[in-house]
Structures are given as C-alpha cells and as structure tokens.
C-alpha cells in the first residue's frame, strides 16, 4: 500500500539553484523519512523528522512537516550535478510496529 | 557504518527456475524487509521479518517465499522464476520499529 505521494514526479534544475520535492502522505505518522537513490543503487537514508518536530536541517537538505496537511517537503539548496538522483519519502505508522511505506519518487536531475 | 549485502548484482535465470536471493547485514538488526522496485511503481514490499524465523507477509507476496534462520540473514525464494518477476530487488534492514532503514545495493534479475 503506497501511503507517500511525491510531487512533482520529475524535477530538472541548473546547477546552484534549489529543489524542492513535496510529499503528502495519508494516515497518522510516527515519523517521515526521506532517502536517496542514485541510479540502479539502494537507497540511502537522508533525514527523519518525527511527528512532533516541523523542521529539519542536515547540511544543505531542509526537510519541514506540517501534521494537518499531512505533507512534508525536502528542500535542497544550492544544487549541485552530484545531487542527480531519485527522492523518495517514507512513513512510519503511528499505529505499531509496521514497515515503512514509501512513495513512487521524485526524479532530479541537476545540470551543469 | 551498518552493512547489508545482497549476494548478486545481475542474475539472469530462466523462466521455471527456483532462484535464491540472499541477503545479510553486520549489525544485529532485528527487523529485515525485502522490495522490489519497477519503474513507475516506485518501492512494493514484498516480505518482512522482525525475528529469527519470524516472516510477514508484505504487500506482494505472491510467487515469492523467505526464509530467516538467523538473525543477520534473510533469503528470499522464487519457487518457480516467471517473466513478471523480472525487478529490481532490494533488501533493506534497521535495529528497530520507527528507525531508519538500510538497504543493500540491489540486486537486478531477469527472468527469460
């Protein structure tokens, strides 16, 4: 069951500019997680922003989670060609010990 | 830095066949998860584990079995290979409910 929708699908931006994906998800969170994916890899883990927190920051990404809207956006600023890859977001149920369900992917793509 | 091996990179098998997808992580995880990924369909849970010779099924359990007898190792069988198995599957651990996951890097299988 895929709970996270990423918007948009596919994002293409020039070098230095900023990113930004969006996720919406539909049930109660204990968390949201966002991970990357470079072509034909595993993905690997970014950030985690639990339910009672609004903001995060980890370097150059931002990640924010508004709880009404059920949403959260991944913001990365000042982009670089290394930073071509998939974003996916994830959630965490509140209700229990369930796995993770991830959304389809934004697919971004940063030109030199 | 927590490592999950996935035996293969590529496998190509042929329709019918049993196939054994391995994969093992170094840290002690309780919790173990096999994904398979096709383009547009983002991430399917195929199985999980949360214990030794503990499985659940996942969203798309069909023509696919798993077997965890111990801790760092979790298999995932295709009894008999079809041509819509043909994915990339991803094997992912984490320590516990709510944490971040791990993923191997994949394994890409076609079955002809």
């Known amino acids: 069951s895929q709970q996270g929708e990423e918007d948009p699908q596919a994002l293409s931006i020039q070098e230095g500019e900023n990113a930004t994906m969006n996720c919406s998800y539909k049930t109660s969170i204990n968390n949201l997680q966002w991970y990357r994916q470079n072509s034909g890899r595993g993905l690997v883990h970014l950030i985690l922003?639990?339910?009672?927190?609004r903001e995060k920051h980890s370097g150059r990404l931002r990640v924010t989670l508004d709880t009404s809207k059920k949403s959260s956006s991944l913001l990365i600023t000042a982009s670089r060609a290394a930073d071509t890859a998939s974003y996916f977001c994830a959630t965490a149920s509140s209700s229990g010990n369930t796995p993770l369900v991830f959304g389809k992917g934004t697919r971004l793509s940063v030109i030199a | 830095d927590v490592k999950v091996t996935q035996s293969s990179r590529y496998l190509v098998k042929r329709t019918g066949e049993k196939v054994f997808l391995e994969c093992v992580q170094d840290?002690?995880?309780?919790?173990m998860f096999w994904y398979r990924q096709d383009p547009g369909l983002g991430l399917r849970l195929i199985y999980f584990s949360y214990d030794v010779k503990m499985k659940e099924k996942g969203d798309i359990p069909e023509g696919y079995s798993v077997s965890r007898e111990k801790k760092e190792r979790f298999s995932l069988i295709l009894e008999s290979a079809s041509t819509n198995q043909t994915s990339m599957y991803l094997c992912a651990s984490r320590r516990a409910t709510n944490e971040k996951l791990f993923f191997g890097s994949g394994t890409q299988l076609s079955v002809l």
């Open positions: 922003i639990r339910s009672n927190e």
């Open positions: 840290m002690d995880h309780e919790n």
